[in-house]
């Protein structure tokens, strides 16, 4: 048994909101700066080099990367031997976004209720995802999520019998038609399988993996090298502007799933792909 | 091309701009995004002033994170406009004469675009700390309580932008895209 103290929480998921605003995770800072290098188009490769400009800005004058601070989105994958003391995980993961977003001259994007929509001046609540694990450890994935490519992404209920060829197609629509929207280059984080609800949850959390890893699964793997190509031949480009540089990456979960289904799940995120990670 | 232009802007200088050509705006814009423009239409649904005026002005699609001490705004990147569409001819139509933000507009707004010689710019997206560095100041004027979504009035120096769809009704999301896609 090991006991942490959920003050601990809130200092952690605090420090990571602020973090995660000013500072890309290495992996997507790489993918960047590569991509500014490679990009074929005049004016995207323009386009690219000011988001190097504003990465730096970022950093040094303490200005968020992107004004679209997100929602927190917050995984905690929670060891089993892990006793919490000291009050409500929930509240302390709140308490974490709230010190965080008002200490750290975030913005507030948070509305109390989808159709009444008034702000709630905090940035809460989180979007927390809790998965009980083996050991005595605590990792903490702070995603912050901006909207613009947030309402671009999609899920499609397709059916056995469209296999492999109808989740290309899937991912492709959606990527298509998120284009300028999505702020690109973008990272296109896909969920195949599960139920309605797991296919989405795979995608979103697929955006935390790093850039620089594949799918263990092989055929996993060349589908997200062969997506990945695929997209950025569309000519959307950075900024949306024309050019070869769409996506950064393509990064794929997949779950067993029903004999009748075969759910996909394809979250955009904009090229301020923020995911900081600890482990307590 | 590369054109530096004041805002307010002429309706001349408006129907010169070609989608492609890099701006950069120099004067005074107003910040206004969904809430702002809901709260517009309603004024204009009752018959009452809209709290800015429209003709020769320029909106930014846009809500800052706050400011630090001693600077004039946060982050400062442009939003999705299609958000906004619903809204923006009938601006358009009482003289807004540019818009900037980002992504694609519907049809009516191309319609409202042409019909009244204006132009829609993009500014480049997730670019918020970079884009801050153009904004000398910002007051808020009018929505106060609408947070992050109030309008602001900010003086601007050579912020840059790219006129997406002009005058004409050209679109460079549509041709741009078509030159570099091999699929």
């Known amino acids: 048994m090991r006991t942490i103290e959920t003050k601990e929480i809130t200092r952690n998921i605090k420090e990571m909101c602020i973090e995660a605003n000013h500072f890309l995770s290495k992996d997507m800072a790489c993918a960047m700066a590569q991509a500014a290098q490679t990009e074929e188009s005049p004016l995207g490769k323009q386009i690219l080099g000011q988001l190097q400009d504003n990465l730096e800005i970022a950093g040094k004058d303490m200005i968020p990367i992107c004004q679209d601070t997100g929602m927190a989105v917050i995984f905690l994958e929670i060891g089993q031997d892990v006793h919490f003391t000291g009050g409500d995980l929930t509240d302390a993961v709140n308490e974490g976004v709230r010190q965080g977003y008002t200490e750290g001259y975030l913005r507030k994007s948070v509305v109390s209720d989808p159709l009444i929509r008034e702000n709630t001046k905090d940035n809460t609540p989180a979007v927390l995802h809790c998965e009980i694990v083996p050991g005595g450890k605590v990792k903490i994935t702070v995603a912050p999520k901006g909207f613009g490519s947030e309402n671009m992404s999609r899920i499609f209920m397709l059916k056995p019998a469209d296999g492999i060829e109808g989740v290309k197609d899937a991912v492709l629509t959606a990527v298509r038609d998120a284009g300028p929207n999505a702020c690109p280059p973008m990272v296109v984080g896909v969920g195949i399988g599960g139920t309605f609800e797991k296919c989405a949850l795979m995608a979103k959390h697929a955006l935390t993996r790093s850039l620089d890893t594949h799918s263990d699964i092989s055929y996993i793997k060349e589908l997200e090298e062969e997506m990945l190509a695929k997209i950025n031949r569309t000519g959307i480009g950075p900024g949306g502007l024309g050019g070869t540089t769409t996506a950064l990456a393509v990064n794929i979960e997949t779950y067993p799933t029903h004999i009748a289904g075969l759910p996909v799940a394809v979250n955009i995120c904009c090229h301020v792909n923020r995911h900081a990670v600890r482990v307590l | ?183």
Not at chain 2, 13 to 36: E, F, N, Q
Not at chain 2, 59 to 84: F, V
């Open chain 2, 1 to 183: 091309m590369e054109r530096h232009i004041t805002a307010p802007i002429d309706k001349e200088t408006a129907s010169k701009l070609r989608a492609g050509d890099y701006v950069y705006l120099t004067g005074t814009i107003y910040t206004a995004r969904d809430a702002a423009h809901k709260r517009m239409q309603e004024a204009l649904e009752k018959g009452e002033a809209l709290p800015i005026a429209m003709e020769g002005n320029v909106i930014y699609y846009m809500g800052p994170s706050p400011a630090r001490e001693g600077r004039p705004i946060g982050s400062a990147g442009p939003t999705t406009a299609s958000r906004m569409d619903k809204y923006a001819p009938a601006l358009l139509d009482m003289g807004l004469i540019g818009m900037i933000g980002k992504g694609k507009r519907s049809q009516a707004v191309k319609d409202a675009i042409v019909r009244n010689g204006a132009v829609y710019f993009a500014a480049v997206g997730g670019a918020g700390a970079l884009l801050a560095g153009s904004v000398k100041s910002s007051e808020v004027i009018a929505y106060d309580d609408l947070g992050t979504e109030a309008i602001r009035r900010l003086t601007v120096e050579n912020f840059p932008a790219i006129v997406v769809i002009d005058a004409e009704g050209q679109d460079l999301y549509e041709t741009a895209v078509q030159e570099y896609c091999t699929l």
